[in-house]
């Protein structure tokens, strides 16, 4: 379950990277500032990607009262 989690958020970090170089060169600024703002957006929403995927599908363990122990 774990490489899906991480699939997601990389997934949701190269998204966030590619909009945000797209969107900064479209509105004017340098090369430099572009990458710069599309790492800063691939980490956070890479990292809120990978924090909710991982609550998402985590594996919780239910402990169920078995009828038989009521002896």
């Known amino acids: 379950m774990d490489i899906i989690v991480q699939r997601i958020a990389l997934g949701f970090a190269f998204g966030a990277f590619f909009f945000m170089v797209i969107g900064s060169m479209?509105?004017?600024?340098t090369a430099l500032?572009?990458?710069i703002r599309g790492f800063e957006g691939a980490a956070i929403?890479?990292?809120?990607a990978w924090l909710v995927?991982?609550?998402?599908?985590?594996?919780?363990?239910i402990e169920?009262?078995?009828p038989m122990d009521m002896e």
Request: aromatic residues 14%; negative net charge; hydrophobic residues 45%.
């Open 53 to 61: 995927a991982s609550y998402l599908f985590k594996e919780e363990v």
């Open 64 to 66: 169920v009262d078995d």
């Open 33 to 35: 500032t572009a990458i």
């Open 26 to 29: 479209i509105t004017g600024t």
């Open 45 to 48: 929403f890479g990292s809120i």
